[in-house]
């Protein structure tokens, strides 16, 4: 009989933000994301203490997973961030950011929890009402009919990571390559329901940035196509394919469980081979021009397809299945004991080898109406090809979203500083219904929108990592950032651009630094001036959802009272 360990009592920890051990790692967290933040961020090196491969990044994507805590105080919130990435793809550190400083500044403000809630909901609501209204003044729409916008807004994604290092006619390349790929994937003339299509994309280290490239329909790898004349006119509209998903190797194992009677003196490994060669003799005789399966092909197959003109791809792997199908309309075979119907055929309009430096790969251009298209992605290194990569896929979610909502929101920190402006004053137009709405004092109710108003204004100031200052215009409370040398008394005289780029400074121009006590005023909105073009966006769905997500999250955090951890 096993011996019986008596069970260690659960560990319970009273009001968890009253912890100095998780205040610190907090405190941590924040100034490590911050530091993280925009054009200018700080990259960060993520590796085990055994060694292994080096990670290095400032993705929230990537990061986050990275970081482990033995606090579930702090997985907690760190959770919450990650499901809103893997959700909208963008905005994770802003939404990190803003809901760490939430937590500071309730804390520092000396509200119960309970006030700072309510609080904090209603002001969450009037940001929400604002920026879904049509005249909000830090929103933009988006003009399908010009693609201006849209490769501003890929840009200001791909800009934003600057482990990729791209310079900036790369980051232009990238971007517009990317609303090019998004545009591929977006179905014409399609009616009833519409589904989006997929772009693969494939990694080429060390060629230049500039090389990378979009193809509309597939590039699969065919190191072996010596056989293939490129000269020869594969371009017989359209040309017959067949997809096996059973592996064409010639195993016993590859036949399935089960017993087996094999008579004396059969060689099981020729029967298997013959019966390969009948499914060879069957698709010339149906005219096949393309042969393609997910695993092995036997090299005696190989050789009699390629005998009579038809082009094999081998090894083509799970994670093209799909996408294959969806091109050609065929449907994966997944035996070799039958005839092949004739309905599991496909078609592909034409084919192309495209030579990628060392790689040789089989363009299969699709049919008009098909939305699959390739993008192939070059850089100089890995860790750069490897952020980049991801960077170009979270761009790609990032413009889909804009087919929901085809709005944007002014980057560069106008947006945070706009709402904060807007908060400020609207919350003070009202008070005696608040008050009563809320059941708070009017000390409450001004230490709780100073503290929310100072969160978001601390998020546009995290954009800034030279030493330089953050201010605001108080005439349309607009972001911008002036160098450390610039004093006090010349910030008025410091010319340059906003933030998002859409105001020019003047010397008449009154301006105040963040995070600190000025008269509330209404941020009066710019003039609709079409000429001027923001040169920053962000994601209008992404935002509007990180900045809920931040809030709430920062709302649980604030409600916990106890954290009770098994410690068997």
Not at 41 to 56: A, S, Y
Not at 168 to 194: D, M, R, W, Y
Not at 433 to 445: H, I, M, P, R, V
């Amino acid at each position: 009989m096993s011996r019986l360990v008596k069970k260690s009592p659960s560990l319970c920890t009273d009001l968890p933000l009253d912890n100095s051990d998780i205040c610190t790692k907090l405190y941590l967290l924040r100034q490590l994301l911050k530091s993280c933040f925009g054009p200018t961020g700080r990259l960060k090196q993520v590796h085990n203490n055994i060694g292994g491969h080096v990670l290095t990044t400032s993705s929230s994507s990537v990061l986050l997973p990275a970081i482990s805590s033995s606090h579930s105080f702090i997985n907690l919130i760190k959770t919450s961030i990650l499901n809103h990435v893997s959700r909208f793809s963008d905005c994770g550190l802003f939404a990190a950011i803003l809901c760490l400083s939430l937590i500071e500044q309730a804390k520092q403000s000396g509200l119960s929890c309970n006030v700072a809630i309510r609080l904090n909901k209603h002001l969450l609501g009037l940001c929400t009402g604002y920026l879904q209204q049509d005249d909000c003044g830090c929103k933009v729409k988006l003009d399908f009919c010009s693609s201006h916008n849209l490769i501003t807004l890929a840009c200001s994604i791909i800009s934003s990571k600057p482990a990729c290092v791209l310079t900036e006619s790369e980051a232009l390349h990238i971007s517009k390559l990317a609303v090019q790929a998004f545009l591929l994937t977006v179905p014409c003339h399609c009616p009833g329901e519409v589904s989006l299509g997929k772009t693969v994309t494939i990694s080429v280290e060390g060629h230049p940035v500039l090389n990378s490239a979009v193809f509309p329909g597939l590039l699969v790898e065919a190191p072996d196509v010596s056989g293939i004349d490129e000269s020869e006119n594969l371009r017989l509209n359209p040309l017959r394919m067949v997809l096996f998903s059973a592996s064409l190797a010639g195993d016993l194992s590859e036949l399935g469980d089960g017993t087996f009677d094999v008579h004396t003196g059969v060689d099981t490994d020729l029967q298997i081979l013959d019966q390969l060669l009948e499914l060879v003799k069957q698709v010339v005789e149906d005219e096949v021009k393309l042969f393609v399966c997910q695993k092995v092909i036997h090299p005696v197959v190989q050789q009699h397809l390629k005998s009579h003109g038809i082009i094999v791809i081998e090894r083509l792997g799970i994670h093209l299945m799909e996408t294959l199908t969806q091109l050609t309309g065929a449907q994966p075979v997944a035996t070799l004991h039958t005839t092949i119907p004739a309905k599991a055929y496909g078609e592909v309009r034409d084919l192309r080898i495209i030579h990628f430096g060392s790689r040789t790969m089989l363009h299969l251009h699709p049919p008009p109406e098909s939305s699959i298209c390739t993008m192939i992605i070059c850089h100089r290194n890995e860790t750069m090809l490897s952020e980049l990569k991801v960077v170009f896929q979270k761009t790609e979610h990032v413009l889909r979203l804009t087919l929901r909502e085809p709005s944007a929101l002014l980057g560069g920190g106008c947006t945070e500083t706009h709402l904060a402006a807007y908060v400020r004053h609207k919350s003070m137009q009202e008070v005696p219904e608040t008050l009563a709405a809320l059941g708070c004092s009017q000390t409450e109710l001004l230490l709780g929108v100073g503290g929310f108003c100072r969160s978001l204004e601390s998020v546009a100031a995290a954009l800034e990592h030279d030493g330089g200052n953050s201010l605001m215009d108080v005439t349309h409370a607009h972001h911008w950032t002036h160098p450390a040398d610039v004093t006090k008394e010349h910030v008025d005289e410091s010319l340059g651009f906003c933030g998002c780029g859409l105001m020019e400074g003047s010397p008449d121009q009154r301006r105040t630094y963040l995070n600190t006590n000025y008269a509330q005023f209404s941020p009066a909105p710019l003039s609709r001036d079409t000429t001027v073009q923001p040169r920053v966006l962000d994601s209008f769905t992404a935002k509007f959802n990180a900045l809920q997500v931040a809030v709430e999250t920062a709302n649980l955090a604030l409600d916990v009272r106890y954290l009770i951890q098994d410690m068997n």
